[in-house]
């Protein structure tokens, strides 16, 4: 199958870390993504991490890859009130241009 | 331009119209994609192209939904006969290189909201 799953919300407090988790179906996906999406804007690429990979780490933001779980996080450190939006994870075939996405999961930062 | 760019942003249209939504993708880019995305929902992959060529198109509802990118450049997602269950975001990317190749990254246009009464 083709599913991408996202827990729905997740809420935090300003200066927390928040993590939002995600868990995917093809074990032929050779890249996964985390986008970004705010009120009104378009889709924000936010990072990727190949699949032979575990960690990839760019500034506060941290990806974990389970490749025998099929599950990926983004961990956000400090996590601002600008950090609110949706975010969506993204899993991309092999030989394909195609990306497969989550839901979404709105994250709510309160001050 | 910078960015993708997709015009309109919004459309309005009666069911039975059709309508046409064209996206501009960023200059050079080899590849673009089209999405549609429910409210609530993720993207939900409808066609890409390489180039001029229509590589995948097993994510159009039905027939009544085509795309097409003449000169390799700007691309038009033509929706026949509208139907209320049509209404969406429509989003347009693009990337670099050609869409197999795994490194690649898909850029994202602002989409344009369709609503079909």
């Known amino acids: 199958g083709e599913d991408v799953e996202q827990s729905l919300f997740l809420s935090v407090r300003e200066g927390d870390s928040s993590v939002i988790n995600c868990t995917y179906t093809?074990?032929?996906?050779?890249?996964l993504y985390w986008y970004k999406q705010e009120p009104g804007a378009g889709l924000q690429l936010l990072t990727y991490?190949?699949?032979?990979?575990d960690m990839k780490q760019d500034q506060r933001l941290t990806v974990l890859l389970n490749k025998k779980d099929k599950h990926l996080s983004l961990r956000i450190a400090d996590t601002q009130t600008g950090d609110s939006a949706i975010y969506f994870c993204a899993e991309k075939k092999g030989n394909t241009g195609k990306l497969i996405f989550g839901q979404g999961t709105t994250l709510q930062v309160k001050p | 331009g910078a960015g993708v760019s997709q015009s309109p942003r919004y459309k309005v249209t009666k069911r039975g119209q059709d309508v046409a939504l064209r996206c501009d993708p960023i200059s050079g880019h080899v590849s673009l994609y089209w999405y549609r995305q429910a409210l609530g929902q993720g993207p939900e992959f409808l066609t890409y192209?390489?180039?001029?060529?229509?590589?995948?198109k097993s994510g159009l509802p039905n027939d009544r939904f085509s795309a097409e990118r003449p000169e390799g450049s700007i691309s038009t997602l033509t929706i026949q006969r509208t139907e209320q269950r049509d209404s969406a975001m429509y989003r347009c990317a693009s990337s670099l290189g050609v869409a197999q190749q795994s490194t690649d990254t898909q850029y994202f246009g602002p989409g344009t909201r369709l609503t079909v009464l």
């Open positions: 093809d074990s032929s996906s050779t890249y």
């Open positions: 991490i190949f699949s032979n990979m």
């Open positions: 192209f390489n180039y001029e060529a229509q590589q995948d």
